[in-house]
């Protein structure tokens, strides 16, 4: 067999195992994994570093509108180009409905976006007006296209559906073999706290992670899981910033509940502390969920180590220190006016590898499953996420040793701040592909804008998940009504 390009002298780690190996590439596929291939027209010499599957960034909002209109820094060009200094082979950002919008206007908005990318690209839609018309026509036609997930909240006035809407959208998901995401906040409590924290003139930034107590984040976990229990439908809690809400997720896990989850770099990173800073600095880490304690990140930890959650993603929300971003409401503001999120698609890998692995939290093995092979499972990228014959040739060649300090011209991004800005971490992604193609090669961008392309996806993979089926949906219970 003649190889297009051949890396060799690598350990392949993969998510169920590691072994020193070749990887043989033809038309931007992995043709062969052997002990030992010899030829390929380009050999890549990987010098004993680590192989492994290319990321894949789950949770990144890129060219976005928020619902109140503020628009992210970065595009699907420096978006794509930042997730692949990161050691991102590929990404699934979000493709926001705004009320009255129709879901073939929000697609064709972001194919115009996304045709900029340097990296294989697809979308997570957040629906925010189910009218009927979407609900029977636009989203079924949107999973059609291989569009096979999509977002909603239970917080945020434009943006929360109410249970009532929730379980109108996860019966089309489950009909449709699509799987729901949901930002799980209780909208009352955080408003009814925000309105007593204005009521005492604590407004600063530090009294954000006052305004959205742990309690709201568990107490819609379990809604949201209750929900989709009741019609049986597959469902996905990001960002989980909670003990008790992770504990929630295993709990429901165990009992076979069609349900996956994921936690944030910044929960394991960063603290409520990080909101006291001097004057109105503090703003840079104002994101929903907000930032918690550090028994919280130990407890984060345990559950990444024991299965808990499928992925670590970034929920890249890029919102420069300036008036275009955080301050487009003004400089001297309260912290509900105050651009809600954090960047963070370079750190993502580099973070949990130094942390993770390093440290010995959690094993190579485990890095490569929360880093691209849960991602490609869950979302259905069926060519994506592993290293074997026949999947895209999207891979990333590590050097576990490299020590490196993250600054902010690294990022590689359009933003003004990193939040983990002077941290050294240990392992760097020195060479990045996507489909064969280098993107990345030792701190230098390969690539040309536009060369990503659209993938569709499959269903959601939900084999060894048995479900719930609730006794008012069993025949059997419910006098023979097909209530389904």
């Known amino acids: 067999m003649t190889f297009d390009t051949v890396i060799h002298s690598g350990t392949v780690v993969t998510a169920d195992g590691q072994f020193k190996g070749d990887i043989g590439i033809t038309g931007g596929r992995i043709a062969a994994v052997s002990e030992v291939i010899s030829g390929g027209k380009t050999r890549v010499d990987a010098g004993g570093r680590l192989v492994m599957p290319g990321g894949i960034e789950a949770h990144a909002h890129i060219a976005q509108e928020s619902s109140s209109g503020v628009m992210t820094a970065d595009d699907y060009l420096s978006g794509s180009i930042s997730a692949a200094f990161g050691g991102n082979s590929s990404f699934i950002p979000f493709a926001a409905q705004q009320r009255g919008q129709s879901v073939d206007d929000v697609i064709a908005t972001y194919d115009a976006r996304g045709a900029r990318s340097v990296l294989d690209y697809s979308y997570h839609l957040i629906i925010s007006d189910p009218t009927p018309d979407v609900l029977n026509d636009q ?39 699509a799987i729901t995401m949901v930002h799980a906040e209780n909208n009352d409590m955080v408003k009814w706290m925000n309105k007593r924290l204005a009521a005492k003139g604590l407004t600063a930034p530090r009294y954000h992670a006052i305004s959205r107590p ?6 819609a976990i379990n809604r949201a899981i209750q929900l989709a229990k009741l019609v049986d439908a597959a469902l996905f809690i990001v960002h989980v910033s909670t003990e008790g809400g992770a504990d929630i997720v295993r709990r429901e896990k165990f009992n076979g509940a069609k349900l996956f989850a994921e936690t944030c770099p910044q929960y394991l990173a960063l603290t409520r502390d990080d909101l006291d800073r001097p004057g109105m600095e503090g703003a840079k880490y104002i994101c929903s969920p907000p930032l918690r304690g550090h028994d919280t990140q130990d407890a984060l930890w345990h559950h990444i180590a024991h299965g808990t959650f499928e992925s670590v993603s970034s929920d890249h929300a890029p919102y420069r220190f300036d008036d275009t971003g955080k301050f487009i409401n003004g400089s001297d ?82 933003m003004d701040y990193s939040p983990m800005e002077g941290m050294e971490l240990v392992g760097v992604p020195e060479v990045v592909m996507n489909r ?27 084999r060894g998940r048995s479900g719930f089926t609730a006794p008012e949906f069993d025949p059997a219970q419910n006098f023979g009504s097909d209530l389904r």
């Open 139 to 177: 989203l079924p036609r949107a999973f059609k296209r291989g569009i096979t997930s999509f977002k909603v909240f239970m917080t945020y006035d434009l943006m929360n559906l109410g249970d009532g809407g929730m379980l109108d959208i996860l019966s089309v998901a489950r009909d449709h073999g």
């Open 214 to 219: 742990q309690l709201a984040e568990e107490e």
């Open 333 to 414: 503001i309260p912290y509900p006016k105050i651009a809600n999120g954090m960047p963070g698609i370079a750190t993502r890998l580099p973070y949990l590898f130094s942390e993770g692995v390093v440290k010995g939290r959690i094993t190579p093995e485990q890095f490569v499953a929360l880093s691209a092979t849960n991602a490609a499972k869950t979302f259905g990228c069926t060519t994506k996420g592993r290293i074997a014959p026949g999947m895209d040739a999207d891979i990333a060649i590590w050097n576990p040793e490299a020590k490196r300090v993250v600054q902010l011209q690294d990022q590689h991004d359009n």
């Open 436 to 462: 064969g193609r280098t993107i990345v090669s030792h701190g230098e961008l390969m690539a040309t804008e536009g060369q990503g392309q659209f993938f569709a996806r499959a269903p959601v993979d939900l």
